[in-house]
């Protein structure tokens, strides 16, 4: 499917730095090392609802990464999914009496307008999960042919022993694992599997579903991290740089994509870093479709509010921590950027090479985008304070800004 179109990324003077960035699998930072071509993937939404402020804080950060990899001056290859047929769609679909395909389309126009407004730069490839079934369907078979997988009942399942680095992504234990692959889409309750955790890659048709030609896995549908491992394996191969997506995708969801493709293809590992967003609430409970908690970016848009505001609200957090959206969070952001808009409008300014260096290095330090705030913070503050008459800086800040921060001044 299309993705939506790219803001243009100002090229800055100098070069960026490498990117130093958390890896789940090893619980620290480690210093990515991407090729001339930098290759992402970030697992995208649902489409059964808008895209609610939680979404739009992960995909932030990978816009972040992103921007951080273009300022080195490589070349990014970025894919995204789109999981336009999955449960939750089509509980959804049938409990409003909605055409499960109309509301998937329909969310996911949704999501490209708000990805255009927040000026999150589009992947390369944006890939439907319906679209990707003629490539999961061999997967699929070529796992059950080499012994990775088994039939329960004209499902198949993955057996998460036939991957030696299984649990490495987490790091959590069986227990752990057990509770939530529950909560997460698993049916570690399901009598007959060969393990409680072992999640399903082909699920048989159902009595009014949608269902799509198997093959020698008949009539059914994928199950959720086939899709992933499909998609990233065609598009990006083996030994990427970034898997990334919300924290709550570490365990079952990354964790079972690493193991689907290293069991597929004997190599290790999926990817080379597995890089997690904190959670973003609403009154004390993660932001979810199916609690329904939700701030729509949207409706945000639709109530008057600048994009630029709401971009420089996520970038007011640090990817990795868990914060919840209030509307103080929102009017800082507002405040900000009307501060900023000031600063850079002025016919001159502060020199600004050092404050380049400055977002440059708190970006390329696990992506601390309010220490890069801190620091455009404290170069408006200087404006006329101190003086300073660079001709050059406010247009230096401007493009700094739009640049690496995605906000456009
Ligand atoms: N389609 C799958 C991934 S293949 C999925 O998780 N879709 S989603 O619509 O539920 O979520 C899309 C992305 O937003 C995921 O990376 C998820 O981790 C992230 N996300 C969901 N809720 C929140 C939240 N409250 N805060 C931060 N990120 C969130
Ligand atoms: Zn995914």
């Known amino acids: 499917m299309h993705a939506w179109p790219a803001s243009e990324v100002p090229a800055l003077p100098g070069k960026g730095r490498d990117l130093r960035i958390h890896d789940t699998a090893t619980g620290g930072l480690v210093t990515l090392d991407p090729g001339p071509v930098a290759r992402i993937y970030v697992c995208g939404i649902t489409p059964y609802d808008a895209t609610h402020m939680g979404h739009a804080a992960t995909y932030n950060a990978f816009d972040l990464v992103q921007r951080v990899w273009l300022d080195t001056k490589r070349q990014v290859h970025y894919v995204q999914n789109v999981t336009d047929v999955d449960d939750p769609l089509l509980e959804r679909a049938n409990r409003d009496g909605k055409d499960w395909v109309e509301l998937a389309e329909g969310e996911t126009a949704l999501f490209r307008e708000d990805m255009t407004a927040l000026r999150l730069l589009p992947p390369k490839h944006y890939i439907g999960a319906v679209e990707a079934i003629p490539g999961i369907v061999p997967l699929v078979e070529r796992l059950r042919d080499m012994g990775a997988a088994y039939e329960l009942e004209g499902d198949i399942y993955f057996s998460v022993e036939s991957d030696a680095h299984f649990g490495e992504v987490s790091g959590l234990d069986s227990a752990a694992m057990k509770l939530l692959s529950a909560e997460r889409g698993g049916d570690p309750e399901r009598v007959g599997k060969k393990n409680p955790l072992d999640p399903m890659l082909w699920m048989a048709a159902r009595d009014g579903e949608p269902s799509w030609d198997g093959g020698s896995l008949g009539r059914g549908r994928p199950g959720w991290h086939i899709e992933c491992v499909a998609i990233a394996l065609d598009h990006l191969g083996m030994g990427f740089d970034v898997q990334g997506g919300g924290s709550d995708l570490a365990f079952p969801h990354h964790e079972m994509g690493a193991s689907h493709a290293q069991a597929l293809t004997g190599e290790y590992p999926f990817a080379k870093a597995y890089v997690h967003a904190g959670m973003v609430g609403l009154d004390g409970a993660k932001m979810s479709k199916s609690k329904g908690n939700l701030v729509f970016v949207s409706q945000l848009r639709r109530d008057g509010v600048d994009p630029a505001a709401i971009r420089l609200a996520l970038l007011a957090h640090h990817y990795r921590a868990d914060w919840e959206w209030t509307d ?39 992506l601390d985008a309010p220490a890069a705030l801190a620091a455009v913070d404290r170069w408006a503050a200087r404006q ?25 001044l």
């Open 328 to 366: 103080a969070v929102l009017a800082e952001a507002v405040e900000r950027l009307g501060r900023w808009r000031a600063a850079v409008s002025r016919p001159d300014g502060p020199s600004a090479e050092a404050l380049v260096e400055e977002i440059r290095e708190a970006l390329a330090n696990d």
């Open 384 to 408: 006329g304070a101190d003086g300073g008459a660079d001709e050059g800086a406010p247009g230096v800040v401007s493009r700094a800004v739009d640049a690496l921060l995605g906000v456009a």
